[in-house]
């Protein structure tokens, strides 16, 4: 029963140290020139230019729900796919004075560029879409609203680690796909 009331306060108490350690700056989220969060990645690869639109269309297809719904623009030629795509992201937020677990969706734009012997992905534009609000808002607003100069005196946000984990993840999971080989 102690190690149960243990493992209880702990897992309350967690969501304020990682609030902490990203506000005192030791994690942060990649940015581009304009301040907006962006993850960009060039990947060199012995494949053709052909072969590499192939594997990546497959790979929005495979990743997705609905390749078809996800795809804003398919140019073989230009070797570009950009979609927009979004999943939902569990979040704790602080309000007045006790922590609610909420689900949130988290839009961004994948596009991957492909020449031959490399391909580029770059995913931005993340925003969130609220459980209980039909708006987007930008995650960069998200993160301002945390640092101690935006602060909101410790309602709204206290946990948000999952678009950064979320995001790597895909990254990596395109790299692996790309990397495979088809024996069909």
């Known amino acids: 029963m102690k190690k149960l009331l243990l493992l209880l306060l702990l897992w309350l108490v967690s969501p304020l140290f990682l609030k902490a350690q990203m506000v005192s700056g030791s994690f942060s989220y990649p940015v581009d ?3 907006r969060i962006t993850y960009q990645e060039i990947v060199n690869i012995k494949s053709s230019k052909t072969e590499l639109y192939k594997k990546a269309k497959k790979w929005f297809i495979r990743d997705f729900n609905s390749g078809k719904d996800v795809i804003q623009l398919d140019d073989a030629l230009a070797g ?4 927009k795509g979004f999943y939902i992201e569990e979040t704790l937020h602080q309000s007045e004075g006790e922590l609610r677990n909420y689900k949130n969706n988290i839009w961004y734009t994948v596009a991957i560029k492909v020449k ?3 391909y580029r992905i770059i995913i931005n534009d993340l925003q969130i879409e609220y459980h209980n609000v039909n708006d987007k808002e ?3 607003n998200i993160l301002i609203k945390m640092t101690p100069m935006g602060s909101n005196d410790g309602e ?3 946990f948000w680690l999952g678009p950064n984990s979320k995001i790597k993840k895909q990254i990596a999971n395109l790299k692996e796909f790309m990397l495979a080989k088809d024996d069909f």
Not at 80 to 83: H, R, T, V, Y
Request: hydrophobic letters at 40%; zero cysteines; a negative charge.
């Open 33 to 35: 020139s304009m301040n």
């Open 80 to 83: 570009e796919i950009i979609g």
């Open 116 to 118: 031959d012997g490399k």
């Open 138 to 140: 930008p995650l960069e």
């Open 156 to 158: 709204g946000l206290v």
